[in-house]
């Protein structure tokens, strides 16, 4: 897998600091695709303070940083990044963010298989559920429990639809049953966030 320059340094700055880093996510899986990422999410093992101290002197915007997210304004367009993390209560507004070192825990809360995998030029390919396999395999499936999934955050209904749409995927049947029961919590999110969704399918 090819990272882009600027994402490339950026992780290479952190592992020169001691701090196990990835790209992770929705650009593993294009780059696994052959679909050029339109952007380049990372994740750390670096707490927030210790984030700030590798990117001294880099122009930063810190305003995500209490929920562990640095955004580095690299020369190619910024760059989020975020230490590895666990949540609780929904996970578009957390009750609690919870700082970890350990990247499964941080995989693990994420939406489905394909975008729980994770690439460092050190370590390679990071993929505890089996998202690789799923892509090969045409499938999309929930991350650990389905109706868990949903509950954190309704808006993964639609986004489902949405990656099924776009990469040609069946949605699993576990995954399935478990879209249309909680399908009435669609409800609780905004109209502009169905709306941007709906425009993706």
Not at 161 to 169: C, V
Request: charged share 30%; glycine share 8%.
């Amino acid at each position: 897998m090819r990272l882009p320059e600027d994402a490339a340094r950026a992780l290479e700055k952190l592992e020169s600091a001691g701090w196990e880093s990835y790209a992770v996510g929705g650009c593993v899986r294009d780059s696994l695709l052959g679909i050029e990422p339109h952007d380049w999410d990372l994740c750390t093992a670096a707490p927030p303070e210790a984030m700030k101290k590798v990117f001294a002197g880099e122009r930063v915007i810190e305003i995500g940083l209490k929920h562990g997210t640095l955004t580095l304004l690299a020369p190619s367009g910024p760059l989020e990044i975020t230490t590895f993390r666990t949540e609780s209560g929904a996970c578009r507004h957390p009750d609690r963010v919870s700082f970890v070192r350990d990247i499964h825990a941080d995989l693990a809360r994420r939406d489905f298989t394909v975008n729980a995998m994770a690439y460092s030029p050190v370590r390679g390919l990071r993929d505890d559920f089996g998202g690789r396999e799923d892509l090969r395999n045409g499938v999309l499936r929930c991350v650990g429990d389905p109706g868990e999934r949903f509950r954190e955050d309704a808006l993964r209904i639609l986004r489902a639809l949405r990656f099924a749409a776009r990469f040609g995927l069946t949605i699993e049947e576990k995954t399935a049953a478990a879209l249309r029961e909680n399908r009435e919590l669609l409800r609780n999110i905004s109209p502009e966030r169905i709306f941007s969704e709906l425009k993706g399918i």
